[in-house]
């Protein structure tokens, strides 16, 4: 049975439970193993072609690499190659040749070029061999004893200042040299305060104010009092905050006034006044 495409006969799957299952297996596996290796060696005869291909083309391109390099050594050399049907080679003896200087022998030239420059360079700057100065510290004249002329000139005198002893040759410095050093006048008055200066203000004066942890207590017992008849509802909530608000933050005192205020006032009757400030007394703490 063709497939579609004309991609061969299509295989049907193997019947594990056939009579001759084992040969149909051992079989199909002998196709795959074949099919396998005729794959592989197109694959090869493939990348074979491929590879003859690339290297003519490698070989192509380093021939003309060659000519190309061989005119331009022709075009430097002042030499034009001509071109005939028969290539002829003329020896290398029969051309005339040129001293050509070497690399090596350029950098030598330069350098003994330098050399005898530098040279020339140190006998027009080198002055002529002086006496030996010897410096008189009673009379401080200096004299130079020549062999044919004797100087003698005399030296600025100058104050002498822990000065040590000259130096043995010219260039060099005594490491041993006292110097000077002038004492740093001494500031007076007070030193101005700085920032790191500041210190915190200590432990606080104590207070008498409501105690924080009793506030479950007084707002039960305080909305409790403030339920009487007496008492607007429109105030009931404003005071039952304002007076614990007072206490806890303020002191002890300013709530206290504050209830005597609204007692003033006609909002709280006495007798309730009376119950509040019993309350908040049982809950002051000194903080």
Known sequence: MQGRGGRGRRREPLNPFAQNAGAERQRRREENAKRARDAEAQQQRTAATRSGVQNQGQDEL???????????????TGTVEVESTVPTSTPAS????????????????????????????????????EAPVV????????????????????????????????STSAGTQNIFKQIAIKPVAKT???????????????????????????????????????????????HRSNLLGQIWAKGERI????????IV?????GI????????LQRLIKRMETRR
Do not use: H
């Open 135 to 166: 410096i008189s510290e009673a009379t401080s004249t200096v004299t130079a004893a020549a062999t044919t002329v004797e100087a003698t000139r005399e030296l600025p005198t100058e104050p002498k200042v822990a000065e040590p002893a000259p």
């Open 188 to 234: 007076t008055g007070q030193r101005k305060r700085g920032s790191r200066d500041k210190k915190g203000g200590g432990r606080q004066k104590q207070v008498k104010k409501l105690n924080r942890q009793k506030y479950l207590e007084y707002k039960y017992a305080a909305r409790d009092m403030l339920a009487d008849p007496g008492v607007p509802e429109e």
């Open 62 to 76: 380093r021939r003309k690499a060659i000519e190309a390099q061989k005119a331009l050594q022709d075009k430097a």
């Open 251 to 258: 002191s002890f005192e300013a709530a206290i006034e504050y």
């Open 261 to 265: 205020t609204k007692e003033s006032e």
């Open 94 to 129: 029969a051309l005339p040749q040129e001293p050509v200087e070497t690399e090596r022998e350029r950098l030598a030239r330069l350098s003994q070029e330098n050399k005898a420059a530098a040279q020339s360079i140190l006998k027009a700057n080198t002055p002529a061999v």
């Open 268 to 275: 709280l009757p006495p007798t309730v006044a009376a119950d």
